[in-house]
């Protein structure tokens, strides 16, 4: 679910490039076409290829990839109002600049996300909204494991953001959240926090942010995993029962316990929450056909009937009173905290957040340079790490570890704060000077990445990058590894490794090393775009 | 100005929807022959894309295209070709008048008195308070929340007050807080600075009529007339603004937000939209709405500067056709002149909407120069 990345992420060009062809791809799937039944007279039965192009009966609607989980209700609304959404999946800052930019213009009819308050901060993509209106609801929440509540003697209906602070600048409460610039939830996490904290009576201010700073350092301190979906999060926080909680959506935690019986306890702190409100907007371009059709998909996804459905199958919140919120959903209300005015109040804090408030993190590039790599593979390598460089965070620490018949050296970068521009100049340099030879000693080169974050995993995100292009042929075995990893303390086994797939690697070999460490397997097979090496690296950032 | 462009470019759905009920009734045209282009406030879309009103213009031989844009942005745009401009107040159209080559005086066909909505727990803590009151002993009284309509279609609770401008301005400059208020203590989404959620002064009608109000209220009953006066309630109004973080650019958003429960308790609607709400809307989407009709307001006056002699035509139209009246409140407006239209419709909905607006004070509204002054200086 990478819902959402705000645009002050100076996303270097290609990633922006990465995205296009996925977007396409995803807007060649129509939902619930093969369902049809022909029979509804809107022109959109079964057996008609999809072009994108406009039709009547089919509502085209750029939409947030957490809303997947509504494909049964819409292909309800579909037999309900002979309407058919054609959904393109896509984070919320992805369809922003689409919007921005002009690029929706004539594609879509509607765009569904899961908020539009950072929308509305860019004034050329609100100017193509005509109208919105909320579907249902979900807050951003606490889950808290029920051994950590007890711990803590708390009551789950009034806790507040200071009380949650003061448990983690007390070392009593760690946490995992994910990365607000990649997912709506980890930046409308990060907005309420820093309400919280701020003391903030208002919508948060530079002031505020600033005046905020030393205790969201302290609460960020708490902060044990971060990850770019809410998927990965939630295996990862399965794996590791030192980790007290969860900031999601309410939604999130709930279906957790619905689904995998996490047992959490879910908190909405008592001094406010930023919620989102799913609003399904149509677009200034859309034909009054097509306006027509988000007027009656409007009104049939807000009809009491439909609202019941959607709280008891999604857990989110219903947004007509006359449906009750479902079973697990505590019916006391909460305040709104009120977003942010200006993107430069919402840039600068995610920008902090980046550089001063999270923990640093400290990677290790696990890369292979054996023989094999040679000639093009070499140079993908050396300009998806280029690629990389851009964006590097303060304090960050980097090392590339190089390996062919054996590691053929370790080298360590840190991004200085007085001088952010060194380290990954450095690192460029490094890059360039890799050279291909060699065999492909995988499983000892991980062992000495290992060996290098040492026993410290608690002062950074600790985490390591595999990249190969082919089978393990030297050094130690893979049952080798797994001895050496199993017999690590657990404060050194917290560290997982994502893999990237390249070149003639072994997928089966990979993904057991992924699983085994906690960690998730990348793609980067395709020549470019999505699943190709730049976008591989690019897409981990997320969860480091 | 850059919103100016970005408004314009939202062309508008009454236009497409006129041109695409046009040309599918293309055949029957006896009357069709006045093809009328305007620009209009983004409030009354919804009025003009009505297929009743587009047939009810049909009938007189009216095709009406409409775009829509931000009522205090119109005078800046190039109205060439354009047959009327339709802001939601007066003084734009005032201006435009001024400036526009005109047919005549501008017309005022209705106007919509600006209020404020409430969830209930707000409303009541606002009363008890002193910075509002609900009006008790009113025909309401049945059966709860979305239960049956009483006779003036209420609940168990009061469903309608008066909002004093006075005390809330001055729990505004002291930057009052809900947990400052007695009664909120109970009722947790009631937290943080007291405020009311408006759209962005800047670029929307109801935003800008807000601070006009305000203004005039904070400044001893006067309305500003020159810079010093704009000066005076500036402070208090960027306090209004800023505290509300974003802002949305039309009045319908933050409507709908509100009867979704979610957002701030108080925002300031126009009366029309809940009006249409409780006309037209399903009984659920009501909920525990309560509208507070500010002692001091303003009134949306939705006036029509005609620009050529068929744009005078249809403003005629819009002020005399006891049709397109009856039209014009199915959509919550009020009818100039006789108000029976506008009390017969509502007439079941009394627990909410103030039909005669009893101690309402209407503000008048400064200059189109000042006051986009005042928004400038309240967001910037």
Known sequence: MRDRRPPHARRPPYARRVLLPLLAAALLLPLAACTSDGGDGRGSGPGRSDDGRARTGTLRVLASSELSDMKALLEEARKATGITVRPTWAGTLDAVERLASGRADGAFDAVWLSSNDYLRLDPEAAGRIASETPLMASPVALGVRPATMRRLGWDAASVSWAQVHRAVAAGDLTYGMTDPNRSNSGFSALISIASGLSGAQAALTDDDVRRAGPKLREFFAGQRLTSGSSGWLASAYARRSTVDALINYESVLLSLNRDDDAGLTVIRPRDGVVTADYPLSALTGATPEARDAVRTLTEHFRSTAVQREITARTLRRPVVAAARPADPLAPEQRRELPFPGSRSVADGLLSSYEHRLRRPSRTVYVLDTSGSMKGRRLAQLKSALNGLTGHFREREQVTLLPFGSAVKQVRTHTVDPADPKAGPAAIRADAAALSAEGDTAIYSSLAAAYDHLGPDTESAFTSIVLMTDGENTAGRSAAEFEAFYRALPEARRVTPVFPVVFGDSDRSELEAIAALTGGRLFDGTKEEGPGSLDGAFEEIRGYQ | ?380
């Open chain 2, 1 to 380: 100005m850059g919103i100016v462009l970005a408004v314009f470019l939202i062309a508008g759905v009454a236009a497409a929807v006129a041109l695409g009920r046009d040309s599918g009734a293309g055949g029957d045209s006896g009357t069709a022959a006045k093809t009328v282009r305007g620009v209009i406030g983004s409030e009354k879309a919804e009025f003009f894309a009505d297929p009743d009103t587009v047939k009810a213009l049909a009938a007189h031989g009216f095709t009406v295209r409409t775009e829509t844009s931000g009522s205090w942005a119109m005078d800046r745009l190039p109205l060439k070709g354009y047959d009327f401009a339709f802001p939601g107040s007066k003084a734009p159209a005032d201006e435009l008048s001024r400036s526009a080559e005109t047919r005549g005086g501008p017309l005022r066909p209705f106007y919509s008195p600006l209020v404020v909505v409430a969830h209930r727990n707000a409303a009541e803590v606002l009363a008890a308070n002193g910075l509002a009151r609900l009006r008790t002993g009113a025909p309401e009284a049945t059966d709860g929340p979305g239960g049956a309509d009483g006779p003036g279609g209420g609940s168990k609770w009061a469903t309608q007050g008066t909002l004093l401008m006075g005390p809330y301005l001055a729990a505004a400059e002291d930057d009052r807080t809900w947990q400052q208020l007695k009664g909120a203590s109970g009722h947790a989404e009631l937290s943080g600075t007291v405020f009311i959620t408006s759209t962005d002064p800047v670029t929307s009608n109801s935003g800008a009529l807000y601070l006009a109000a305000a203004s005039y209220a904070a400044d001893g009953g006067r309305v500003a007339t020159d810079a010093k006066a704009v000066e005076r309630t500036a402070p208090l109004l960027r306090k209004l603004v800023q505290v509300q973080g974003a802002q949305q650019t039309s009045s319908d958003a933050p409507f709908r937000d509100f009867i979704s429960g979610v957002g701030n308790p108080l925002v300031l609607v126009y009366e029309s939209q809940v009006a249409s709400l409780l006309m037209n809307g399903q009984r659920q989407e009501v909920g525990d709405l309560v509208v507070l009709y500010p002692d001091t307001t303003v009134s949306s006056d939705h006036t029509l500067v005609p620009l050529t002699d068929h744009g005078r035509e249809l403003g005629e139209l819009l002020s005399t056709d006891p049709g397109l009246r009856k039209l014009a409140v199915r959509h919550g407006f009020r009818p100039q002149g006789a108000a029976a239209e506008f009390t017969a419709a509502t007439a079941g909905h009394t627990a909410y909407i103030d039909q005669r607006l009893t101690g309402v004070r209407q503000a008048p509204v400064p200059t189109a120069e000042l006051l986009r002054s005042m928004a400038r200086r309240a967001r910037g």
